[in-house]
């Protein structure tokens, strides 16, 4: 009888012990999870704010004033660097898009080799920008003689983000039931048609995320362009030149940063958005 | 008007003598595996025929084989309603498949699921429209023709695959295993729905299955398949209850199966001599009977009889009941023999366990074919 009290007694601390350890578990991933999102975001609305201060150079915030934006508007000299970022991302977009389609589509039908083939195409996201910038620059401009400019520029940002591309369509294309080909050939569907009536339009959201993903990535893209650019002066050559330059039109800059944060988050919300809901259905 | 007159389209539109399908010689290896073991088969024109046999088979290869989705290493001939289809893809081909997960275009409606065949055949897009609502009215989905697929419950997903295949008039309509993914009680509604469809439209269905009873319900004829090859080709009844082989007779239900001897002729019947005992049976086997080969004798378990008579056309056998199974409609009872185990599916009050029993069956319901020829 005392043994079965005792043996009772047991289990229930045992249980109470674990359902701390639960408890302490969940906290530990809500404070890690909330920390991390700080982490991240933080800056990125403190930048907004400086943006919409009196001296933003101070690094506080106070006096609340719309001039810096006004002054984007008499100081006009990061018109054409955003001109050059928005083409040569258009450009690395299309780039994106089609490569990422025509691989994602292979890559789940292939039998074999389909895991070296992955991990040889996601490699490039681990190796240093730098160190594709300088090779890039090096084994393009001195071995073939390439000028550097605008085209280096595309090469540069194409290799940099086309692994993300391709994710973003494998996580469509992997889905994909290639069953309904079979069905669409058997009602008579010509190859073409299959794709274009079948594949096309269940693969848009992947095609559509992957061209996000070029044309973002490029559009903020640093260490690759510096090695690879010459005279071509692009968004983030530029911001990065006025802040180093320390010069009176600094505060542009933090209003140039907020604004294309607010377009990056809003283009990445809705890639994300298109996904989920062809996940979805 | 009459439901026959206003789908007059689906139906074949030139009655013609040529068979639907001509098979002959073919062969098909994945990796090492013999899927196709020089498989030959003709289906007629409004002959519902059904591939029936285990998973491994070969039976949706061979469907695969004339859908043109695979590619046999040898066929000597297949021919689509007198067409040599070998070097044809599958968009050439006159044949039309129901999916066995149906397959519907999740970005369609119904409505475009079941006209996309007519659109790629350039059809204007009212004419389109008119047939696929006669389609549906024929899988009585009338009302479903701008809905979502993913708004269909499974039956209706069925009946639109059906709609869909249907539409474009193939010359023979492919079903790989139609039934598959619905519940019980769907299945046998849709059974008799299908069979009842293909005679209307008097159109060529060639189904593949691994349940016996779609096989035997909705069939002209029945193939079985095992190892790559078909082992029997004939009626639901032959095939049920003349089984050629050792494997058919097994995977028709025939669980009482002995082996023996075959002896002489006995009046239109075989012996067959099994431990120590004598069996009465028809010849089964796709060959001639010889006195002295080995042979099997088998018997469905509803065919043998608890107390049989007592007269010449009876086998009958003493035995000890060892088991009784209540199945609901019938109860399963295990009777130990001279011959080993025989199972008796009694109607009334089983036997107790222990007690000794007659069991027996008239020898025109005992099948016997030779042994060995694809145990």
């Known amino acids: 009888m005392n043994a079965a009290l005792a043996s009772a007694r047991f289990t229930h601390r045992a249980a109470r012990r674990e359902a701390r350890l639960t408890s302490i578990a969940v906290g530990l991933t809500l404070i890690v999870g909330f920390g991390l999102t700080a982490l991240i975001y933080a800056p990125v609305i403190w930048l907004g704010i400086l943006s919409i201060s009196g001296d933003p150079l101070s690094g506080l915030p106070g006096e609340f004033t719309p001039r810096w934006y006004a002054g984007l508007f008499t100081d006009t000299r990061w018109l054409d660097p955003l001109i050059v970022s928005v083409e040569i991302a258009a450009g690395v977009s299309v780039l994106c898009m089609i490569s990422a389609t025509l691989v994602g589509r292979a890559l789940p039908r292939m039998r074999r080799g389909r895991g070296v083939l992955l991990v040889a195409f996601l490699l490039p996201l681990v190796v240093p920008g730098i160190v594709v910038g300088i090779d890039v620059f090096t084994f393009f401009r001195m071995l073939f003689g390439i000028k550097m400019g605008v085209w280096s520029i595309v090469l540069v940002h194409y290799l940099w983000a086309f692994p993300f591309a391709l994710i973003g369509m494998l996580v469509v294309s992997s889905r994909f039931d290639a069953r309904l080909l079979e069905a669409a050939a ?21 095609v559509a ?27 983030p050559l530029f911001t990065w030149a006025e802040t180093m330059s320390r010069g009176s039109h600094v505060s542009l800059i933090y209003c140039l940063n907020s604004l294309i944060a607010v377009v990056s988050v809003a283009l990445s919300v809705l890639s994300v958005w298109l996904l989920g809901r062809r996940l979805k259905s | 008007m009459s439901a026959a007159e206003r789908i007059d389209f689906l139906s074949p539109s030139v009655r013609q003598s040529v068979p639907a399908l001509i098979a002959a010689g073919l062969i098909h290896r994945y990796g090492s595996v013999l899927a ?51 070097d044809l893809p599958p968009n050439h081909r006159e044949v039309a498949t129901v999916f066995q997960h149906y397959a519907l275009f999740p970005h369609m409606t119904v409505g475009q699921n079941v006209e996309y065949g007519l659109k790629v055949r350039a ?40 709609a869909r295949a249907l539409v474009t008039e193939p010359r023979i309509l492919l079903l790989d295993e139609p039934m598959g993914a619905l519940d019980e009680k769907l299945r046998r509604e849709m059974q008799v729905e299908v069979r009842a ?7 060529t269905f060639i189904q593949v299955t691994h349940s016996q009873e779609e096989a035997l ?50 009046g239109g019947l ?34 043998v009889a608890i107390d049989p008579p007592d007269d010449g056309g009876w086998t009958r056998l003493d035995g000890i009941v060892r088991a009784a199974a209540y199945k609901g409609a019938y109860t399963e009872v ?42």
Request: glycine content about 14%.
């Open chain 1, 186 to 206: 058997d009602l008579g569907a010509s190859p073409w048609r299959r794709f274009w009536d079948i594949e096309r339009p269940l693969l848009a959201s992947g």
């Open chain 1, 209 to 235: 995320t992957a061209g996000m993903f070029g044309f973002l990535l490029s559009l903020t893209e640093l260490p690759r362009s510096i090695f690879v650019a010459a005279r071509t002066q692009t968004l």
């Open chain 2, 36 to 86: 196709l073991n020089d498989v030959s088969l003709s289906v007629d024109e409004g002959e519902f025929l059904t591939i029936l046999g285990p998973s491994g088979s070969g039976k949706t290869t061979l469907l695969r084989v004339i859908g043109g989705f695979e590619t046999p290493a040898q066929a000597e001939t297949l021919e689509i309603a007198g067409v040599d289809v070998r």
């Open chain 2, 123 to 162: 059809m204007i897009p009212a004419g389109r429209r008119r047939r696929a609502e006669e389609a549906l009215a024929l899988v009585r989905l009338s009302d479903k023709y701008g809905r979502r697929i993913d708004q269909l419950s499974g039956g209706e997903k069925q009946r639109v695959a059906f």
């Open chain 2, 197 to 203: 469809l293909q005679r209307e439209l008097k159109a």
């Open chain 2, 217 to 266: 319900t909705m069939s002209d004829r029945v193939a079985v398949m095992n190892h790559g090859r078909i082992e029997q080709l004939g009626a639901p009844a032959d095939i049920f209850d003349r089984p050629a082989t050792r494997f058919v007779a097994a995977f028709m239900g025939m669980t009482n199966i002995v082996d023996g001897v075959l002896g002489g002729p006995d």
């Open chain 2, 270 to 303: 075989v012996r067959l001599g099994a431990a120590g005992q004598t069996i009465h049976g028809v010849w089964s086997g796709a060959g001639h009977a010889t006195a002295g080969q080995p042979a099997f004798a088998a018997i469905h378990p509803h065919r």
């Open chain 2, 334 to 375: 295990m009777v130990e023999t001279a011959m080993g185990g025989i199972t008796a599916s009694a109607a009334g009050l089983a036997p107790p366990e222990g007690s000794p029993v007659t069991v027996g069956w008239h020898g025109g319901d005992c099948a016997v074919g030779p042994a060995g020829a694809a145990a």
